[in-house]
């Protein structure tokens, strides 16, 4: 069912742009997933053009004698709406968040400061963010997965191999503070050996004087404006100087060392972990020296936040599917252990037929207590759990882009559900060509008796009826055999007629099935 969200958000000089471009990272992944996004931000502003630049319908907002109560109450009498999210610095009072919730809608609070967040039905910080946990109402997410970059920041790139440190400076989309003159006037004393990229905006009040000073300056100095590709020009950048901001995170998933100039507090964040060096911005404290010293890498998971907002409700309903999730959800060394097993089997049956380890990234559907996520953790391998009653298999999407995964699990999971249709056209559409789908149910010609003793089981399965629905949606079965673990591979060989009743017999033994499915890849079928 599609939605309607409202986001609101501002642009300008005195609060930047990084508002505004997160929030659009945002909206247009919801956008792509068929939902229809409104914004409603100050008009006529930097940050309602770079909106109407990506053609979003803009509720304007004239800030003069406004009332956020009587705007809400005339805009819900117009307008249907789903979700809230807010992203803004303004005043918003909790008694208009309080209102939006006693009219379902749920609210949303990004990376918020202010006071409305601690109402909100689900709060999103980044790791930097000191936040007092028990002062709020709603769910609170914090880490490297809830910080909005745009698309591609997440792409796999290469770092240019400068002879000469290559130093950004970038003050920000507005630079609000006027400091780029200052900074690049304090490097020109520096002894190291460096050269400067400069990024200002178009409109910037120093431009001239920026200009003038840099074809003076003894060093190499390149200026831009209006990048099209910030990540792509990351690539050629060794350090950076920056005001602290959403750039922050796009030069720390670049591994680019920084010195943060921050407005406000200083983010101890990042020196505890020695990812930047932080400075006020009235002290303007470069230490090129310690920034050269500095080095570290680190591999983000893409946002999360998209899929966790349409994967919420506002009410949770009691049934005996929220208590089982509930009930399996307590993480265990039993569990770590069993889930290994279930792992290293993948792995040999992976080896057995492509000859190769399993690697990059998967979905765990039916994530449980998330044991298989962290035994992929320890693999390297980046697994993102999915389980009830966060996530609805028959009737959600999962949230990772086209052709982005490896491969998908979903262990004694399909019994569980009606319809998989649904989310095997989802699985489809996430695994990349040659991704590998992993299916482990009960063999209902074997487990017939006891099938229906767990009253979550919906719909059995034999492995005919297994092989027939995954090729119905459009995989390969290249394994359908005993769901064994960690067994020899000698029980694939036996003959058809006896392997199933024989590897359900044996010490250790099974009346599953293990199914692996294949996505094809496109050139195989030209």
């Known amino acids: 069912m599609h939605k309607t969200i409202l986001i609101r958000c501002d642009g300008y000089k005195e609060i930047g742009l990084g508002h505004v471009v997160r929030c659009l990272v945002l909206a247009n992944q919801l956008r792509d997933l068929g939902h229809k996004v409104i914004f409603a931000t100050q008009n006529k502003n930097p940050g309602f053009e770079k909106i109407q630049h990506e053609n979003f319908e803009i509720i304007p907002i004239d800030t003069s004698d406004f009332s956020y109560q009587l705007w809400i109450e005339d805009l819900l009498r117009h307008l249907s709406i789903d979700i ?5 610095r303004d005043g918003l009072p909790i008694e208009v968040i309080e209102y939006m919730k006693k009219n379902q809608i749920l609210t949303v609070a990004i990376d918020e400061p202010s006071d409305y967040a601690k109402a909100c039905d689900i709060c999103f910080y980044p790791p930097h963010a000191d936040i ?40 920000g989309g507005t630079d609000a503070y006027n400091l780029t003159l200052p900074v690049l006037k304090a490097l020109e004393t520096d002894q190291q050996i460096f050269t400067i990229s400069v990024i200002i905006p178009p409109s910037h009040p ?13 060093r190499k100095i390149q200026i831009f404006s209006d990048i099209d590709d910030m990540s792509t020009f990351l690539n050629s950048i060794d350090f950076g100087i920056i005001t602290f901001g959403m750039s922050a995170y796009e030069l720390l998933i670049k591994n680019i060392p920084s010195i943060h100039l921050c407005p406000h507090k200083e983010t101890n964040y990042f020196q505890d972990n020695r990812y930047a060096i932080t400075s006020k911005i009235d002290t303007i404290n470069i230490n090129l020296e310690a920034l050269f010293a500095m080095n570290f890498k680190l591999q983000f998971q893409k946002n999360q936040i998209t899929h966790t907002i349409l994967n919420s409700t506002q009410k949770k309903i009691f049934n005996i599917k929220t208590q089982y999730a509930i009930n399996h959800a307590r993480p265990s060394a039993q569990s770590i252990y069993l889930n290994n097993r279930l792992f290293n089997t993948y792995n040999k049956i992976t080896n057995k037929l492509f000859g190769k380890k399993l690697q990059g990234t998967n979905i765990d559907l039916g994530s449980g207590d998330k044991g298989f996520t962290e035994v992929c953790k320890l693999n390297d391998i980046i697994s993102i759990p999915y389980d009830y009653p966060d996530f609805d298999i028959e009737r959600d999407n999962i949230a990772q882009e086209n052709n982005s995964v490896d491969f998908v699990t979903m262990n004694a999971v399909i019994e569980h559900i009606n319809n998989p249709s649904n989310i095997l056209k989802e699985i489809k559409r996430v695994l990349k060509d040659e991704g590998l789908l992993f299916i482990r149910t009960p063999n209902w010609q074997l487990d017939f008796k006891n099938f229906y003793n767990d009253p979550t089981h919906i719909k059995p399965y034999t492995p005919i009826s297994i092989k027939n629905t995954l090729v119905l949606a459009g995989f390969d079965v290249i394994f359908l055999e005993p769901g064994l673990v960690m067994k020899s591979t000698f029980w ?4 058809e007629k006896i392997k199933w009743k024989v590897a359900s017999l044996i010490k250790g033994g099974t009346k599953s099935i293990l199914a692996v499915g294949y996505k094809i890849n496109k050139k195989e079928n030209i």
């Open 84 to 88: 809230f999210i807010g992203d803004i």
């Open 132 to 171: 007092d946990t028990s002062a709020y109402q709603g769910k609170i997410y914090q880490g490297f997965e809830y910080v909005l970059l745009r698309e591609e920041f997440y792409k796999p790139f290469t770092k240019t191999k400068n002879e000469v440190p290559n130093v950004l400076v970038m003050m």
């Open 206 to 218: 120093d431009k001239d004087a920026i200009k003038a000073f840099i074809n003076k300056s003894h």
């Open 492 to 495: 694939w060989y036996l003959p």
